[in-house]
């Protein structure tokens, strides 16, 4: 069964980056985009961009441009996201998602805090 | 970017009751390939959010027939007939016809 599995949740300073994992399987990583989303506290779902793995082609949210970075390994079938120069603004829930949302994973959250 | 409109905010019902959750895009969702990328998802309590119907009408994998999706151009409905305490939880329409894909602020979904 097709599963996304994340990194853990993660403590950081402001200035600083965090770079998450989304490892997949019981599909063919290379056959569809994955997603990211982002969700803030007790608020709705903000799209960040996507990946598709077979070729490293991205799209970004222009919100998000410069503040995410996506990259996959194909060889472990994994996407990252690293997000940069860290604020409080930054602290959410992070999702991966495949495609047209049809699989989530379960979701990192990021407090940024010194 | 594409505004995403769900209402009510919040809807308190009664385990067997049937509801209907509706979502208005700021435009028309029709894609140049004719299909309306308009979907709905749930997110039940500390859940990831999960697809229950794709593409205005279709249900998701494993999703149960109580679950409906209607509508067409910028108007769309979710109805749960015979709502069940696992339906709980917060309903989310999201358009990906237009980049990038925005989501509705959410419909709550609570007991009474």
């Known amino acids: 069964q097709v599963k996304l599995l994340q990194s853990g949740a993660a403590l950081v300073k402001p200035g600083a980056s965090v770079k998450m994992s989304c490892k997949a399987s019981?599909?063919?990583?290379?056959?569809?985009?994955v997603s990211w989303v982002k969700q803030s506290h007790g608020k709705s779902l903000e799209w960040i961009g996507e990946?598709?793995?077979?070729?490293?082609?991205?799209n970004f949210n222009e919100k998000f441009k410069g503040k995410a970075t996506l990259t996959v390994d194909k060889s472990t079938s994994t996407a990252y996201m690293e997000l940069s120069r860290l604020t409080s603004e930054d602290s959410a829930i992070y999702y991966c998602?495949?495609?047209?949302?049809?699989?989530w994973g379960q979701g990192v959250m990021v407090t940024v805090s010194s | 970017d594409v505004v995403m409109t769900q209402t009510p905010p919040s809807l308190s019902v009664a385990i067997g009751q049937s509801v209907s959750i509706s979502c208005k895009s700021s435009?028309?969702?029709?894609?140049?390939?004719?299909?309306?990328?308009l979907h709905w998802l749930l997110q039940s309590p500390g859940q990831s959010p999960k697809l229950l119907i794709y593409?205005?009408?279709n249900l998701g994998s494993g999703v149960p027939d109580r679950f409906s999706g209607t509508g067409s151009q910028k108007d769309f409905t979710l109805k749960i007939s015979r709502v069940e305490a696992e339906d709980l939880g917060v309903y989310y329409c999201?358009?990906?016809?237009?980049?990038?894909?925005?989501f509705g602020g959410g419909t709550k979904l609570e007991l009474k």
């Open positions: 998602t495949r495609s047209v949302f049809d699989y």
């Open positions: 999201v358009q990906a016809t237009h980049f990038p894909p925005t």
């Open positions: 019981g599909y063919t990583f290379t056959d569809y985009w």
């Open positions: 990946i598709y793995p077979n070729s490293g082609a991205t």
């Open positions: 593409q205005v009408s």
């Open positions: 435009q028309s969702l029709v894609y140049s390939d004719g299909k309306t990328y």
